[in-house]
């Protein structure tokens, strides 16, 4: 195991199966994530926050299409069964204590949101080697430079006064959802040679 990914080849990039690996988990997630915030959008923004959760939509949408294009591809079989168990990681989860559906998903959204933008370092797999200008190299890169970004959006509505009577149920979603998003990022990692250092 290693704490980078590699071994690169001779022009510097990340072996294929890793990159279909890494890519899949992260279109999943941020596909998820997306699909999510578009149900949750309401027609009129009235707060702050729902103007950056808007925003964040499209740039979740942008992470998505970036890996579709910046990935080299190869078959994995696994990938399927992989992607079930991702997708039923996914699905809104209502958050327990809060009498507003519609509210504890939107803040179960928020704290998936969270948790894929903080959990999950990319860039940090990457060893000095890697050439800087591969398109994978490149998307994960702009992937953990924008994520710091949308944490913005979550924390914006995470911590908003509307929720003030609900923060310890706040608290736990986000808890819950960060431990599930490490959990399987984890196991990805694993699966491709890489251990977190």
């Known amino acids: 195991m290693s704490e980078f990914l590699g071994p690169l080849d001779a022009a510097g990039r990340v072996p294929a199966r ?12 941020h596909g998820a994530l ?3 915030l578009a149900i949750a959008m309401p027609p009129h923004l009235r707060f702050g926050w729902q103007t950056e959760m808007h925003a964040q939509l499209y740039r ?3 992470v998505v299409s970036l890996l579709v294009h ?3 591809w190869v078959p994995d079989l696994e990938i399927p069964l992989l992607c079930l168990a991702w997708e039923a990681a996914w699905l809104p989860k209502p958050v327990a204590d809060i009498k507003d559906r519609d509210q504890g998903l939107l803040i179960d959204t928020a704290a998936l949101g969270h948790a894929l933008h903080a959990a999950i370092r990319p860039a940090a797999l990457l060893p000095l080697e ?3 200008e591969d398109p994978f190299v490149l998307a994960l890169r702009r992937i953990e430079f924008e994520s710091s970004r949308m944490m913005q959006a979550q924390i914006q509505f995470l911590k908003s006064p509307q929720l003030l009577d609900v923060r310890d149920a706040v608290n736990a979603a986000v808890e819950r959802r ?20």
């Open 130 to 132: 890697a050439a800087a």
């Open 34 to 36: 997306a699909r999510q």
């Open 60 to 62: 979740e949408t942008e």
């Open 18 to 29: 890793q990159q279909t690996r890494i890519a899949s988990f992260l279109m999943s997630g």
């Open 178 to 197: 960060h431990a599930e998003v490490r959990r399987l990022w984890t196991a990805l990692l694993e699966s491709i040679g890489v251990t977190e250092g």
């Open 70 to 72: 910046a990935t080299s």
